[in-house]
């Protein structure tokens, strides 16, 4: 069954404002990790959480990680244009080799 | 250029037909997968292979069978295609068993008429 579910399916944002999405799970993880998808295009990796961090950053990104609640979170400062994709949480079990991902939240950047 | 490749870009074909699709990466990576993405976009893993081996097999009819001729390539045969096959494909690499990051191919949508 789909372990991530993003939240919300889809965002609407000014550029320049920050955007922000949410991936909870159900089963313990090992790592969670968050993909960027443009239209027509394969999935890139984007940052990579382990069970035992609670945030990392990288440029203007920021995850969260929360296990006791099973979720995760996505922050996109001062967003650009550039940023209109669709983002995806995936999570990687403690006992699994497989990653899996979830529904993705498509994010739009209006000018 | 080092990446994940994938043929055909795109490949349209009549119910019933027997399609293959290519996938090959030049990053040295042990793992490769086949991913298959929905028209909501939901990206559910198929299969994997490490340095040739069979390792994941979802539920997948066994109309698909994958086929891994070096640990570079990775194709995917898909027989007698039906209209639920409709869909992207997604190739996918990861380095080592040390490693989770995924980099993915380009795609492949399949429309099956």
């Known amino acids: 069954s789909q372990q991530g579910e993003e939240d919300p399916q889809a965002l609407s944002i000014q550029e320049g404002e920050n955007a922000t999405m949410n991936c909870s799970y159900k089963t313990s993880i090992n790592n969670l990790q968050w993909y960027r998808q443009n239209s027509g295009r394969g999935l890139v990796h984007l940052i990579l959480i382990r069970s035992n961090e609670r945030e990392k950053h990288s440029g203007r990104l920021r995850v969260t990680l929360d296990t006791s609640k099973k979720s995760s979170s996505l922050l996109i400062t001062a967003s650009r244009a550039a940023d209109t994709a669709s983002y995806f949480c995936?999570?990687?079990?403690?006992?699994?080799?497989?990653?899996?991902f979830g529904s993705g939240t498509r994010l739009s950047i209006r000018p | 250029d080092t990446a994940v490749s994938q043929t055909p870009k795109y490949l349209v074909t009549q119910m019933g037909n027997d399609k293959s699709i290519k996938c090959e990466q030049n990053l040295g990576h042990d793992t490769m997968y086949w991913y298959k993405q929905d028209s909501k976009k939901f990206l559910k893993i198929m299969f994997s292979y490490n340095n040739k081996e069979l390792i994941i097999n979802e539920t997948v009819p066994n109309r698909f069978s994958p086929k891994s001729p070096d640990k570079a390539h990775l194709n995917l045969h898909i027989n007698s295609l039906e209209l639920g096959d409709s869909a992207v494909y997604f190739c996918?690499?990861?380095?080592?068993?040390?490693?989770?990051?995924?980099?993915f191919g380009p795609g492949t949508r399949l429309t099956v008429l």
């Open positions: 996918a690499s990861r380095p080592s068993a040390h490693t989770d990051t995924q980099y």
């Open positions: 995936a999570t990687v079990g403690s006992s699994a080799s497989k990653i899996i």
